[in-house]
């Protein structure tokens, strides 16, 4: 039977598809941190969701794959996309600005300036490299390499109703609440600022 | 980003990236990839690269390199951060154990977007890292889950919480973005200091 899960997580091909994705992801991840366009970084953001996806799929994750979509590339994507049609920014200008004051100072003064704004990358640096030195010197011998595809969905069913049923309402009562922040946040208030007899009053 | 003025579109217009030297640095990485993977295909090449730690002083040079050419030669600093992490990706993780692999582009993933959280300037792009950076977690969750523990798939219990979590945490985010912008008119980080001390 012609099963595409099948022919993508035989070992040959899953590394293979492993780089197609992330050739795929991450530059897209870097063009949602440097792009000019925040609209278009926006945009980006979903390749690197539907990458992501991917990737679960590769780790036969199916149901997390689709939920994956669904919530990540489709909903907080559209979320972030019409935030950012609401807050219209002219951040470039300022950013130019910026940079046109650094060039007036003295040279010692932007050489610190520099070496200011390259401390964070030298952080995300460490840190990528500190985690790739501890995975590589670790030793992953007890491991089960070729985990056969067992029915996810059916145990994720089974445990979230059973054992983590708690969580799992717990999560129900935090979505709730987040919705009705959200909206408590988010809501226009001058309505609720002003007594109806002061507005009177005020006429 | 519509532009208001023609003067600021020359601004922006006004040092444009050397292209040249972006694309040679991308060919270096593109060959050093070609070469790491040239070994590893060699019988008993992994060994060779492993004993000598030839990736991670290959992941040193292409920084180095990187830094060079984005700074004393004026390359496009998104093509090269682009194809500097994902040269290194490809460096590092050549030849090692398929869970090694995952587990390195989940740091990698990490990593950018915790460089972004830090220098963006837009709160919303600081959102859009955040969730960068819950999605690396997740990758690493759904690994272990199929790596270490297979039968009774925990990872991906906890993965779909963060998941739950994370929807609520982007819209209350927003909700607060949206709101600061109402009320001072501008999304830029650097001017929001309603909260410092």
Redo the contacts between chains.
């Keep these: 039977m012609f099963n595409v899960l099948d022919i993508v997580s035989a070992p040959q091909t ?2 293979m598809m ?2 197609i994705i ?2 795929i ?3 897209f ?11 278009r ?2 945009f980006l ?1 979903i390749g ?2 539907g990458g ?1 996806s991917a ?2 799929l590769l ?3 199916p ?2 794959a689709l ?2 979509l669904m ?2 590339a489709v ?2 994507t559209l ?2 996309v019409i ?2 049609m ?2 219209s ?8 600005s910026e940079e046109q004051d650094i060039e007036n100072e003295p040279a010692i003064m932007q050489l610190m300036d ?1 070496t200011k704004r390259a401390f ?2 030298l ?3 460490l ?3 500190t ?3 501890s ?2 010197t670790e030793g ?1 011998m007890p ?3 070729a ?2 595809g ?1 029915d ?1 969905l059916e ?2 069913g089974t ?2 109703t059973t054992s ?1 049923s708690l ?1 799992f309402e717990f ?1 129900s009562v ?2 709730l ?3 009705i ?3 408590m ?2 809501k ?2 001058t309505s609720v600022d002003l007594d109806p007899s002061e507005v009177q009053n005020q006429e | 980003m519509e532009h208001n003025s023609p003067a600021e579109l020359e601004k922006e217009t006004g040092t444009p990236p050397n292209m040249i030297m972006t694309y040679a640095y991308c060919g270096i990485v593109f060959l050093a990839c070609c070469f790491i993977f040239g070994i590893s295909t060699n019988a008993g090449g992994e060994k060779i690269i492993q004993d000598n730690n030839m990736d991670v002083i290959f992941f040193f040079i292409l920084t180095i390199l990187g830094i060079t050419f984005r700074y004393m030669l004026n390359c496009s600093p998104s093509c090269c951060f682009a194809a500097g992490a994902l040269g290194s990706f490809v460096v590092l993780t050549v030849g090692q154990d398929p869970i090694i692999k995952y587990l390195t582009l989940a740091a990698l993933l990490f990593a950018i977007g915790m460089y972004g959280m830090v220098v963006s300037r837009n709160a919303v792009r600081v959102l859009m890292s955040i969730e960068l950076m819950l999605n690396a977690v997740n990758i690493n969750l759904i690994t272990f889950s199929r790596f270490v523990d297979p039968a009774d798939v925990k990872g991906q219990l906890f993965a779909i919480f963060i998941l739950t979590v994370a929807a609520a945490e982007a819209a209350v985010g927003l909700a607060i973005v949206l709101s600061l912008y109402r009320n001072m008119s501008t999304v830029d980080m650097q001017r929001f200091n309603l909260l410092k001390w």
Excluded: H
Excluded at chain 1, 89 to 96: G, M, P, R, V
């Design positions: 899953e590394m492993l780089y992330a050739i992801a991450v530059p991840a870097v063009g949602v941190i440097f792009d000019k366009n925040v609209i970084s926006g953001l690197v969701f992501i990737i679960f780790l036969k994750a149901f997390l939920a994956q919530i990540y909903g907080i979320v972030v935030a950012l609401l807050t920014t002219q951040l470039n200008s300022e950013i130019a520099k964070p990358f952080v995300a640096w840190s990528f490299l985690i790739y030195l995975l590589r992953w491991l089960n390499k985990a056969e067992v996810n145990t994720i445990a979230l983590y969580p999560a935090l979505l609440a987040a919705l922040g959200a909206i946040l988010a226009a208030q």
